[in-house]
């Protein structure tokens, strides 16, 4: 079975700072998904960015960047020049290689707070 | 762009009773899913639901659980005799092949 592990149960950053969030899993696939949610006091779970692990490339998404070591089994998720719209928990999931149906697979999350 | 809804977004229950929660995936994604998260804790994995059957259950998904397409754009998760543990946010989730799942915003469930 498949692991998702935070590491960072809480993390703040100052505005227009930059911020990393840690995120490493467990799998014996080598093709996968991992992908990076938001969750806004709203409690709505908002994709933010998503990595095929067949892909050397890092995934970036404007102010969001990802630095993905498969080999480390390790995704992070980099946030530029952080606004105070970005205070939210953050879940990193996997998912198995998408021939539909997948279910996904989350961590515990980072509760993020971006400060004034 | 196109949204996955749920209603309602807050259900308030007493112990014992039977609820329905109500989602509308994106209308031309195939695979539905739904998950719960407990307050404070990680998104759990429930239900998977493709072709108008049951693909995949997680052992949270037990017989007091079932879901449903009973037309063609609502799907449900039913709760048959509800437990104070089963407070919780219930979201719905649906892709298609290769695609991101998109979540609706929720459902919070309060079990009195």
């Known amino acids: 079975a498949q692991t998702v592990t935070q590491s960072q149960p809480e993390m703040s950053v100052q505005e227009a700072e930059t911020v990393t969030l840690s995120c490493t899993y467990d799998?014996?696939?080598?093709?996968?998904?991992l992908f990076w949610y938001k969750q806004p006091p709203s409690r709505q779970m908002i994709l933010v960015i998503r990595?095929?692990?067949?892909?050397?490339q890092n995934a970036t998404e404007n102010r969001f960047s990802v630095n993905f070591q498969k080999a480390a089994k390790s995704f992070s998720l980099k946030i530029s020049d952080s606004q105070l719209g970005d205070t939210a928990m953050y879940f990193c999931?996997?998912?198995?290689?998408?021939?539909?149906?997948?279910?996904?697979?989350f961590g515990k999350g980072t509760r993020l707070s971006v400060i004034a | 762009e196109p949204e996955v809804t749920q209603t309602p977004s807050h259900q308030v229950t007493q112990m014992g009773q039977e609820v329905i929660l109500r989602c509308v995936p994106i209308?031309?994604?195939?695979?539905f899913y739904w998950y719960r998260q407990i307050l404070g804790q990680k998104v759990e994995f429930l239900v998977s639901?493709?072709?108008?059957?049951?693909?995949?259950k997680s052992e949270i998904f037990d017989d007091q659980f079932s879901v449903e397409r009973p037309d063609g754009s609502n799907f449900t998760l039913k709760i048959r005799s509800t437990k104070l543990e089963d407070s919780a946010m219930y979201f719905c989730?649906?892709?298609?092949?290769?695609?991101?799942?998109?979540f609706g915003d929720g459902t919070r469930l309060s079990i009195l």
């Open positions: 639901f493709y072709n108008n059957e049951i693909s995949e």
């Open positions: 209308s031309n994604h195939l695979y």
């Open positions: 989730a649906s892709d298609d092949r290769n695609q991101p799942q998109h």
């Open positions: 799998t014996s696939e080598n093709n996968y998904y």
């Open positions: 990595q095929e692990a067949y892909k050397q």
């Open positions: 999931a996997f998912m198995k290689p998408n021939s539909g149906n997948t279910p996904l697979v």
